[in-house]
């Protein structure tokens, strides 16, 4: 008999369907890449939105079918029951889970490929990560399209990375303000380790360079500090967002 996916046993079968949600995550991924390849990132942020609406909302139902659990307005019945604390919590370990994801890749590039493909994958990739997060963050706040200094302020306290590191915002006046990564979970653990800094500046100035755009096109970054630069033992990097009237 030819080998089948309705053929295999339980626990091939569960590794199975496990491999079918990867393949969709990736396969989503290049449908969001060639889109914006083909038309650019602002009608690819459109059209991702309208897709992922309707995506999410068909896989939501036949999942509830499935597993016979509610779904109102797209979200599962299960986590809008959920206590406050539990959510919290779900939060910091999604976003764990996202840094994570983006260290194995990094890794695994460095000890196959060394370090310069490494970083120089890992740079390319937050060129559009880093938009695309402040698109996502701007639309769940209903933010409007160029909403200068104090949107860019909002939209920072709902990073993935907001949930895991430490940040502050130092005011400077109405045109400017810094903005400081006081604790870095990668830092941190390399500095327990009593490993130097990971030189991540190249990373960060496409990084908050982006991502500032993306927020209020008017918006000018400067690197205050960031590894390999020296920096104070109270932050790791830091950041000035300045926008001239």
């Given at each position: 008999?030819?080998?089948?996916?309705?053929?295999?046993?339980?626990?091939?079968?569960?590794?199975?369907?496990?491999?079918?949600?990867?393949?969709?995550?990736?396969?989503?991924?290049?449908?969001?890449?060639?889109?914006r390849h083909q038309m650019g990132m602002e009608k690819a942020l459109t059209v991702f939105e309208t897709a992922t609406k309707k995506s999410i909302g068909i896989q939501m139902d036949r999942l509830a079918e499935m597993f016979d659990f509610k779904v109102?307005?797209?979200?599962?019945?299960?986590?809008?029951e959920m206590e406050d604390d539990a959510l919290n919590q779900l939060m910091t370990v999604v976003a764990k889970n996202w840094l994570a994801n983006d260290g194995v890749w990094f890794q695994t590039l460095e000890f196959e490929h060394g370090m310069n493909d490494a970083k120089r994958c890992n740079d390319s990739c937050w060129a559009q990560f880093s938009p695309y997060e402040a698109h996502?963050?701007?639309?769940?706040?209903?933010?409007?399209?160029?909403?200068?200094?104090?949107?860019?302020?909002?939209?920072?306290?709902?990073?993935?990375y907001s949930l895991i590191n430490k940040q502050t915002v130092v005011d400077e006046g109405p045109e400017s303000f810094v903005f400081q990564m006081d604790e870095?979970?990668?830092?941190?653990?390399?500095?327990?380790?009593?490993?130097?800094?990971?030189?991540?500046?190249?990373?960060?100035?496409?990084?908050?360079t982006y991502f500032a755009k993306a927020i209020d096109s008017r918006i000018q970054t400067q690197?205050?500090?960031?590894?390999?630069?020296?920096?104070?033992?109270d932050w790791f990097c830091a950041w000035r967002f300045n926008l001239k009237q």
């Open positions: 008999m030819d080998r089948l996916p309705f053929n295999l046993n339980k626990d091939e079968k569960a590794r199975f369907i496990v491999d079918m949600f990867t393949r969709i995550v990736v396969h989503y991924a290049f449908w969001f890449t060639e889109v109102e307005q797209g979200i599962p019945g299960a986590l809008l996502a963050v701007k639309r769940f706040l209903n933010l409007s399209e160029q909403s200068g200094l104090e949107g860019l302020k909002q939209v920072l306290n709902f990073r993935m870095c979970r990668v830092q941190a653990a390399r500095r327990r380790k009593n490993l130097d800094d990971y030189p991540c500046k190249s990373a960060g100035l496409v990084e908050f690197c205050v500090g960031c590894p390999t630069d020296e920096h104070p033992h």
